[in-house]
């Protein structure tokens, strides 16, 4: 997982500096800079895999300005600087980013180290794994038993062993550069979900939820039989859910996803995503998402409660807590629903609230919230009613 991010100079960003769990909720004030966090991370992706023109950037769920405005516009700061950002995680190195951009009509986003990347990435294409090392050094301890020993090739051959491990410790580093590529700011929407027909630039989901059809059609394979069963369970989390299908039944349209509301009549049980509720399409959209390994490793959702009740925000933030440590997702995730937060364990500390506002200067600042102590004969107080009073911080200011 990434474990630190340090960002500079991107939008209301001067400098910040924060370390990330598994599940990680931002909120704070709109306009706080919440969502530019997300974008920064998703240009480092858009960099890591060399996608830099902005119609990939649009993909990435990236509100793309002009150039000199992806760059803070505070008093004394410099139109050209470069946007920084640093990724560390616990098993490498810090793997950095500085892109630049010389602010010019159609004047593209250039990253200087891509090319070197590029020629690792060459290089690593050679699978190694520790079986394979085993294999040659059994072989070592086999050829020595026999009358064709020979001292030069087993010096040779641990001289390879010696260079397979440093190749594996390079591929090891570049685990971030790779962790980082698929990350996309998702916010779903209904037109997308409901419809079904359009498929993303990017695959297998796009940020507004393009393509959760055909996702949803692999997974009702025999292959992800279990996946498409786990999907169903968390689906329960709706009182009336009964079951699932995907059909296709008609010629024209193709496949097509059949829901059994529990209520109804035997012979009207089932009905289609034209006919159910924005919460179900929501709920299916972030379940997929969370339930394969088709999906991104690390991935944010802007604004997570909408169309959803607050208690099944709640219910919500449970299942994708679960879900995220059993399938090891990575997510950051946006909220103004005080709900969402009674979802969360802070006694884990891989779940992480922020509070996300702007100092005297503009500047967006990040402050992690820790689980409070509650007093002896006190009730716990639950974070939804800290929020809302204003204990976590986060509100607008009064007028």
């Given at each position: ?19 990330l ?22 240009l ?61 009509p159609?004047?593209?986003?250039v ?26 050094e ?24 010696t ?20 990350f996309?700011?998702?916010?779903p929407?209904?037109?997308?979900l ?33 996946t498409?069963?786990?999907l ?37 049980q ?6 159910t509720n ?6 299916l ?5 969370f ?11 802007d604004n997570i ?9 709640e219910?919500?933030m ?7 440590q ?12 005080p ?10 500390d ?9 100092n ?6 990040m ?7 509650t007093p002896?004969g ?22």
């Amino acid at each position: 997982m990434i474990k630190k991010i340090h960002i500079e100079n991107y939008k209301s960003i001067d400098t910040l500096e924060f370390e990330l769990g598994r599940i990680n909720v931002l909120i704070g004030e709109n306009g706080a800079g919440k969502s530019n966090i997300l974008e920064a991370i998703a240009l480092a992706g858009a960099a890591a895999k060399d996608k830099l023109d902005n119609e990939f950037l649009v993909s990435r769920g990236i509100r793309v300005t002009r150039p000199d405005y992806m760059r803070p516009a505070f008093p004394g700061f410099n139109p050209m600087n470069k946007i920084s950002i640093a990724l560390d995680s616990n098993t490498s190195d810090l793997h950095l980013y500085e892109l630049e951009n010389n602010n010019t009509p159609y004047s593209k986003w250039v990253d200087p180290a891509a090319e070197t990347r590029k020629k690792i990435h060459d290089k690593m294409k050679l699978e190694i794994n520790d079986d394979y090392i085993d294999d040659i050094e059994g072989f070592i301890k086999n050829f020595k038993d026999t009358d064709k020993y020979s001292i030069n090739i087993i010096e040779k051959l641990n001289l390879l062993i010696t260079s397979l491990h440093e190749i594996k410790k390079i591929k090891n580093d570049l685990l971030p550069h790779q962790y980082i590529e698929g990350f996309l700011i998702f916010s779903p929407e209904v037109s997308a979900l409901r419809t079904f027909q359009r498929e993303g630039q990017i695959e297998p989901l796009g940020i507004n939820g393009e393509g959760l059809l055909k996702l949803l059609s692999v997974l009702s394979s025999h292959e992800y039989a279990e996946t498409f069963s786990e999907l169903k369970d968390s689906l329960q989390v709706l009182g009336w859910f009964g079951d699932m299908r995907i059909t296709n039944t008609d010629p024209i349209e193709g496949n097509r996803i059949e829901i059994k509301d529990r209520y109804l009549e035997k012979d009207q049980q089932y009905f289609g995503q034209l006919s159910t509720n924005e919460g179900f399409l929501f709920l299916l959209f972030y379940f997929a998402l969370f339930s394969t390994e088709l999906t991104p490793k690390f991935f944010a959702i802007d604004n997570i409660d909408a169309s959803l009740n607050p208690k099944l925000c709640e219910k919500l933030m449970l299942e994708l807590v679960r879900l995220a440590q059993k399938h090891d997702k990575q997510v950051i995730l946006t909220t103004h629903n005080p709900a969402i937060l009674d979802g969360l364990n802070l006694d884990d500390d891989e779940q992480r609230l922020f509070v996300i506002s702007r100092n005297a200067n503009g500047a967006t600042r990040m402050k992690r919230i820790s689980k409070r102590k509650t007093p002896v004969g006190e009730r716990p107080t639950r974070l939804s009613e800290m929020f809302l009073r204003g204990i976590l911080g986060g509100l607008p200011k009064e007028f």
